[in-house]
């Protein structure tokens, strides 16, 4: 199983980028599928999740309104389109899928991350 992220940048105050997460292997039963991020010195948090069906949602309260997440599933891809940057977003995003694979383990895999730096 591999997790690659993609569309990380630079970007003024204010701009927007879409980050895209693509699963490859065998997933069995995905349960979430979510983004994280970490800023230097500061643990890494919860951004937005989207459940396996693709049916729910949740954001952290940093981010509602401002970032969507998504998911394709013909192309095993998911998404964090991110609006009204702002330098508070300047972080390394991570994505993260959890569910159980076709033995009915559990697992917990991550990408490697991308990096998001927003100028003031």
Known sequence: V????????????????????????????????????????????LVATITGGGGRTNYADSVKGRFTISRDTAKNTMYLQMNSLEPEDTAVYFCNVKGLNRYGEGYDYWGQGTQVTVSS
């Open 2 to 45: 591999q997790l690659v992220e993609s569309g990380g940048g630079l970007v003024q105050a204010g701009g927007s980028l879409r980050l895209s997460c693509i699963v490859s292997g065998s997933m069995g039963s995905i349960a979430v599928m979510g983004w994280y991020r970490q800023a230097p010195g500061k643990q890494r948090e």
